[in-house]
């Protein structure tokens, strides 16, 4: 009995999410129409309290499991949830009018939402394939359905359905190769999958044939060459909203995700793994920057641009040794809290019955209003990687990390691309500042999601004095890893 109430106790952040998910829905149906705003109202009480949960329940140091070994909570967990809860409560303050001005301000999307959380969270404790599993197909579901929210676009449901699709064959292939694994070990638990390999062959037909898969299944889930042909039809065909949760707090869920997989249950197979993975972020770096070029929809050019930020993610996971995770976490927080500005930007600058999701729409913005033609740029520059902005302190943390292993033809590759990938980050900022307007229509936002974008938008810049203490941050969340 004390060991359920333990267990209990250490999941308590999830079990109070999902509770107050499944409350919501229940109050929403009573209150939908006399208070319209009590869902949201809830659903942001609920990220607030949970973040205080998780931080209060952090272990002081070493890990802690329970339920049988399937869940764990160390650093790493309590860093990646808190930073999920503050990225989604963020999410949510920019989505609230338009969701409202689309007729999407629904109970049931904050109640999504939430369980979408749930899912993150369980992926991030997991140390067992099937927790891994379940979590993973609970955001996946979560998602599907949030890219299909807005029921009257047929762009949102065609997007839905490639996700839906194209999801569930990753999900088969993730499946498979731990099928394959636990054919090879005899185990789904991850810590006894980890010590199974180290008493048998590196390449044992088994082992690289599960290994493969399950790569190919996280290709999918991340959304890197060559299996990234979901994001720019999902980026550009679901509700902005949408997108802006799914840009952020599941990309830092991902890394999560990956560091159980491969780091806990296959470090000794690094070798092999960090090859598959040189290979997919140079392609990725690759392509991503390359075809971006060619964009004139903002949300596809954001979404190449997310596959050639997954491939720079990759560089850090690639070197296999704790430097390089940590500058990988380092690098996925300042991408996510990049990618939530952007897209901010891009909701404040639409309104109902137009989406500002061409780059020509914002032609001239710095004569209409300079103050958000600034920080259109500001986030442009902090996605190219240029100096001072963090971005460029988060591209130099994953090179760096390549040229302390030694693959400087690697970091150099990386560069290059970081260098091509400049050029339609520019052309935006050029249209900002060069290009004549083509309306002379005010930009209306309320004042509290301006003020929340604004110290978002400069905390890109404003931040650099902290930068040596983020970095601390995520190198000791590694080095709590269980």
């Known amino acids: 009995m004390n060991n359920i109430f333990a267990d209990i106790q250490l999941a308590i952040p999830e079990i109070f999410v999902f509770s107050m998910a499944c409350v919501i829905l229940l109050v929403d149906r009573f209150t939908h129409e006399r208070m319209p705003k009590a869902s949201f109202l809830l659903t942001q009480?609920?990220?607030?309290?949970?973040?205080?949960?998780?931080?209060?329940?952090?272990?002081?140091?070493?890990?802690?499991?329970?339920?049988?070994?399937?869940?764990?909570?160390?650093?790493?967990?309590?860093?990646?949830?808190?930073?999920?809860?503050?990225?989604?409560?963020?999410?949510?303050?920019?989505s609230h009018d338009y969701i409202s001005e689309r007729k999407m301000y629904r109970g049931e999307y904050f109640v999504i939402i939430l369980i979408a959380v749930v899912g993150m969270m369980v992926m991030v404790s997991a140390s067992h394939f099937i927790t891994i599993y379940i979590g993973l197909e609970l955001l996946s579901l979560s998602l599907y359905t949030l890219v299909a929210m807005n029921r009257n676009s047929d762009l949102a449901t065609e997007a839905a359905m490639k996700y839906f699709v194209l999801g569930a064959l990753a999900s088969g292939m993730l499946l498979y190769g731990m099928s394959i694994i636990y054919g090879a070990t005899g185990s789904l638990d991850i810590e006894s999958i980890r010590n199974a390999i180290q008493g048998m062959q590196s390449d044992d037909v088994m082992l690289m044939l599960g290994l493969v898969f399950i790569i190919v299944g996280i290709g999918f889930k991340l959304g890197v060459v060559p299996f990234h042909m979901w994001i720019p039809d999902i980026y550009q065909g679901a509700p902005t909203s949408v997108v802006l949760f799914i840009g952020t707090a599941p990309k830092i869920a991902a890394f999560a995700f990956v560091m159980r997989l491969l780091v806990d249950g296959f470090q000794a197979l690094a070798v092999s793994w960090s090859e598959m993975l040189t290979i997919f972020a140079i392609l990725s770096m690759g392509m991503g920057n390359i075809v971006a070029i060619a964009q004139t929809n903002l949300k596809r050019m954001l979404a190449y641009s997310t596959i050639s930020h997954m491939g720079y993610f990759m560089l850090g996971i690639l070197s296999a040794n704790p430097n390089g995770y940590s500058a990988s976490l380092f690098y996925v927080i300042i991408y996510s809290f990049t990618t939530m500005a952007a897209f901010g930007l891009i909701i404040m600058m639409s309104r109902a019955g137009f989406e500002a999701e061409e780059i020509s729409d914002y032609k001239g913005l710095n004569k209409r209003h300079p103050w958000f033609a600034f920080m259109v740029a500001l986030v442009m520059f902090s996605m190219a990687g240029i100096p001072p902005t963090v971005g460029f302190f988060a591209k130099l943390s994953v090179i760096q990390a390549l040229v302390d292993v030694d693959?400087?033809?690697?970091?150099?590759?990386?560069?290059?691309?970081?260098?091509?990938?400049?050029?339609?980050?520019?052309?935006?900022?050029?249209?900002?500042?060069?290009?004549?307007?083509?309306?002379?229509?005010?930009?209306s936002a309320n004042i509290g999601m301006q003020f929340v974008l604004t110290v978002n938008v400069f905390a890109l810049l404003l931040i650099m004095p902290w930068i040596g203490v983020i970095m601390d941050i995520c190198s000791e969340a590694i080095s709590k890893m269980g």
């Open 45 to 94: 009480a609920t990220l607030l309290i949970a973040l205080y949960l998780n931080l209060a329940g952090a272990p002081a140091s070493g890990t802690m499991k329970a339920f049988n070994d399937m869940f764990i909570l160390d650093g790493m967990a309590t860093l990646v949830k808190s930073m999920i809860f503050i990225l989604t409560f963020v999410v949510l303050i920019y």
């Open 407 to 443: 693959k400087y033809w690697l970091a150099v590759v990386a560069v290059l691309f970081a260098v091509i990938g400049a050029y339609y980050y520019l052309r935006v900022v050029k249209t900002l500042y060069f290009d004549k307007p083509e309306t002379s229509e005010p930009i």
